[in-house]
C-alpha cells in the first residue's frame, strides 16, 4: 500500500514538473530579443502601427459619428508615451481619393502629450484605406513614408 501511495505521488509530481517546464518554455518562446513579451492588444481597440526601435506604437482610434481619429502614442508594451511634438499629418487612399487630415496634439499639459486628435468629413465614411504619414518625429526619432492598412489590429508599418 505504501509502495502504490509513493508511485503515486511520484507520477503527480512528475506531472507537475512537466506541466511547468512547458508553460515556461511558452512563455520563453513568447518574449522579444531583450527578456520580456511585449502585449500587441491594443488598449482602445483601434489599429497598431509600429515604429522603429526602440518600440514605439501609434494606436489609431476612428469615431465615425464625429469624424474624428484619436491617435495614441505607446511604447512596446502598450502604455502611453508623452511626447512635445505638435502635429502630423496622414494621407488616406480611400476607394482610390487621396484624403487627408492634420492630427494635433491634445495637451495633457503644455509640454506633453500622448494623443493626437484630427477631425476629417471623409474620416465618417471611410470604414478602411491605405494610409500614409509623409513625416513623424516622435521623441527625437523621424520616420518617413509610414504606410498601413486601416483597420488592422497590430499591423506592421513600413517606414523608410
Avoid at 488598449?43 to 522603429?52: A, D, E, Q, R, S
Avoid at 482610434?61 to 484619436?70: K, L, N
Avoid at 500622448?114 to 518625429?137: H, L, V
Avoid at 509610414?146 to 523608410?160: G, W
Wanted: charge should be positive; proline fraction near 4%.
Amino acid at each position: 500500500m505504501k509502495k502504490q501511495l509513493f508511485a503515486g505521488l511520484v507520477c503527480v509530481l512528475a506531472a507537475s514538473l512537466s506541466l511547468n517546464v512547458v508553460a515556461q518554455n511558452k512563455k520563453k518562446s513568447a518574449k522579444d530579443d531583450h527578456g520580456h513579451t511585449h502585449d500587441e492588444e491594443a488598449p482602445h481597440g483601434g489599429t497598431v502601427v509600429k515604429l522603429g526601435k526602440p518600440a514605439l506604437n501609434l494606436e489609431w482610434v476612428r469615431d465615425p459619428d464625429t469624424g474624428s481619429f484619436q491617435v495614441f502614442v505607446l511604447d512596446g508594451h502598450m502604455e502611453y508615451v508623452r511626447v512635445p511634438e505638435k502635429s502630423f499629418e496622414l494621407v488616406a487612399k480611400v476607394n482610390g481619393k487621396e484624403e487627408k487630415v492634420t492630427l494635433s496634439r491634445k495637451a495633457a499639459n503644455e509640454e506633453a502629450s500622448e494623443m493626437f486628435e484630427g477631425k476629417a468629413d471623409w474620416i465618417k465614411t471611410a470604414k478602411k484605406f491605405q494610409g500614409t504619414i509623409p513625416q513623424i518625429t516622435l521623441k527625437g526619432q523621424s520616420f518617413t513614408n509610414v504606410t498601413f492598412a486601416f483597420p488592422k489590429s497590430a499591423s506592421k508599418a513600413h517606414a523608410h
